[in-house]
């Protein structure tokens, strides 16, 4: 078996609702409830789901940039939820983070070259003037050049913003990059130019992605493997090909076929589920999904399905496959 | 009577500005295109190609100032209301032309009910209809859109309601008053993939039924492959492609369009790297000479960069030298 770099298990976090006298918690909001996968070196972990599904949640959790209620998170061995705050500052010199709003995640009062350097300094990396060679290094290997440095945030456009974040994550040069929704603020033909950039660096530099996008294609074409979640559980999790090509899950089925295919010959079968997604506060029982599922029977309602591994190696939590 | 083959609305040369402190900005450059009964029409492109003001164009709501409508005409039925008085606006705004925007969270007032809000519209073009009629229109509009519990749903307000079923109410109001035209500027951009297929369903279940035209915005050619008969495609507030969406598709004939439909990752079958389009869409009014793709195309002529080509061809257009001169089928084989 292969080591995995990065494992989480039984990752939860429940959010309280307070209300009523005395400001009693009277209910739980269960935003992920209970997930866990392992990341080997050196590839790509797509996390798929609609809003609200708890993907980028989970994906902060593993920074603990928010606090898991529950679980584990092995890092090289080492479970970061035992290390106290300033131990898990230094450990984010190896996981790092690109966000989804290349507006919103840029300091807008400082220049490209301080931003990128901030990380430098966090974790006491170089002195002056080699974290500022790093700078226009880091610079040119995203695309922009050196020059650039001395500018601001609002004189560049998405695009080249997320270029400026995909530099500041790597400044510390990390081995995982957690890039939630990376894209999704962008225009398609820049879109492709970020994908192809990210693809290439992880090539350069041996980087492990966990990638949390909700765009479908996107995310197949980035991964090696995929995790489809749905209201705070993982309901199946497989290589990207097999996952798109024959989905086991109903709700991937559903999700799958929902996407519009940019080829007018191709009309593809489409599988509509009814309703919304329930709200994490009052999941209903069992299986999370049966209310919408086409495919549900009597223990569906009844008794909640776990992960398990299929013949072929692919985890599927629905009862059908028992 | 109108014929099925004439338009019901057609824009004509329409151009567009923002007055700014910086002078004027166009935002829509010249622009022609028509729709015809029960037709839809898919307008693509990416940010700040011009789509959303052309239909705020059309729409008469233009913020203005700094947006005026400084040349060309847009005509709804054989009569030109590109510079029609703000009464006659009012009238046809709702009744004959509707509207539905992106975001169904702020499109919708929320100190007032789901039922005042539908009921207003309805009163608003039907002054004389009786209370309890309008009640019950109400409530077979918000059926018709699929929304279950529609008379409980009348005294919600829309905080209570999800982005899927705020986005139904929105076109419900918008086909109230059974326009012949539906605007819908990236009505499904803010919603998840599975509440998308559903609204995309509903849009086109409503137009077989009303026969009502649909003027599809977006930046999706995902959505456009699915749901449109023809398509425009704009860049940097010009048209650079027209026509069939089959033909589109499969020959696209300029390269701007050709990139892309190149950019756009595989759901089935992977490819190794994305096609790029090189650097980013210029600035509006940056580039005054020749095409204004020239400086991104990879099959950039001299003559690209100082003469401004035509949108030409037959029933599949495209503003490029390249397919003019060569009569190439396709850009790239």
Do not use: W
């Amino acid at each position: 078996m292969i080591e995995s770099l990065l494992h989480v298990e039984n990752l939860k976090k429940y959010y309280p609702i307070k209300g009523g006298k005395f400001g009693r918690v009277s209910e739980t909001v269960r935003a992920v409830d209970g997930v866990s996968f392992s990341v080997r070196e050196g590839e790509t972990l797509g996390i798929v789901g609609e809003s609200g599904c708890g993907k980028s949640t989970t994906g902060r959790m593993i920074m603990r940039l928010i606090e898991p209620t529950e679980g584990k998170i092995v890092f090289q061995n080492r479970n970061l939820m035992n290390l106290s705050k300033k131990e898990m500052r230094k450990a984010r010199k190896d996981i790092q983070m690109i966000f989804q709003d290349p507006f919103a995640s840029l300091n807008p009062r400082h220049t490209v070259e301080h931003i990128i350097e901030e990380p430098m300094i966090v974790h006491n990396i170089g002195d002056r003037k080699e974290r500022k060679a790093r700078v226009e290094e880091l610079l040119e290997l995203v695309g922009l050049s050196s020059y650039h440095a001395k500018r601001y945030p609002h004189q560049f456009s998405g695009g080249q913003r997320q270029r400026i974040g995909i530099a500041r994550a790597l400044a510390v040069r990390p081995k995982v990059i957690i890039a939630d929704e990376p894209v999704s603020a962008l225009d398609v033909s820049v879109q492709s130019q970020v994908l192809n950039l990210l693809k290439d660096l992880q090539e350069k530099f041996n980087l492990t992605y966990i990638f949390i996008a909700h765009d479908l294609s996107v995310v197949r074409h980035i991964s090696d493997r995929v995790g489809v979640m749905y209201l705070g559980k993982l309901v199946e999790l497989s290589e990207s090909e097999r996952l798109y090509d024959d989905p086991k899950h109903p709700y991937t089925k559903a999700l799958l076929s929902s996407v519009p295919v940019p080829n007018p010959n191709v009309q593809t079968e489409r599988m509509i589920l009814q309703g919304d997604v329930p709200s994490p506060a009052h999941p209903p029982a069992g299986c999370s999904f049966h209310d919408r599922c086409p495919f549900a029977m009597d223990i569906c309602s009844k008794e909640r399905p776990h992960l398990k591994k299929l013949e072929d190696g692919r985890l599927v939590s629905c009862h059908l496959y028992d | 009577m109108l014929k099925m083959s004439d338009p019901v609305l057609k824009v004509e040369g329409l151009k567009t500005s923002f007055f700014t402190d910086d002078g004027e900005v166009p935002a829509v450059g010249g622009i022609d295109f028509e729709v015809k009964e029960g037709e839809i029409l898919g307008i693509v492109g990416e940010s700040g190609c011009g789509k959303s003001v052309t239909s705020l164009s059309i729409m008469g709501l233009l913020p203005s100032p700094p947006g005026k409508i400084v040349g060309g005409h847009i005509y709804y039925q054989g009569e030109d209301i590109s510079h029609a008085k703000e009464s006659k606006m009012r009238k046809l705004r709702g009744n004959e032309i509707a509207m539905i925007f992106q975001e169904p969270m702020t499109s919708l007032n929320p100190v007032f009910t789901i039922g005042e809000q539908l009921e207003e519209a309805i009163k608003l073009h039907n002054q004389r209809l009786p209370k309890k009629e309008i009640e019950n229109r109400s409530v077979e509009l918000l059926k018709r859109v699929g929304l279950p519990r529609a008379k409980e749903l009348l005294k919600e307000y829309p905080h209570e309601l999800s982005g899927g079923m705020r986005q139904r109410v929105m076109i419900a109001i918008a086909m109230s008053c059974n326009p012949k035209v539906l605007i819908a500027d990236e009505p499904t951009t803010a919603l998840d993939v599975t509440i998308q297929a559903q609204i995309l369903d509903l849009m086109i279940k409503l137009n077989k039924e009303t026969n009502t035209a649909i003027i599809m915005i977006t930046h999706d050619l995902g959505v456009v492959a699915q749901m449109c008969q023809r398509v425009v495609v704009m860049y940097a507030g010009k048209i650079v492609e027209e026509g069939p969406v089959k033909d589109i598709f499969n020959h696209p004939k300029h390269p701007y369009t050709e990139g892309l439909i190149q950019s756009i990752p595989d759901l089935h079958g992977k490819k190794e790297r994305l096609y790029t389009i090189k650097g980013s869409v210029p600035k509006p009014g940056s580039i005054t000479k020749g095409c204004l793709f020239a400086p991104r195309c990879e099959f950039v002529m001299d003559k690209c960069r100082v003469n401004t080509p035509e949108l030409s061809g037959g029933e599949h257009k495209s503003r490029c030298f390249l397919h003019q001169e060569q009569g190439r089928k396709e850009v790239r084989t």
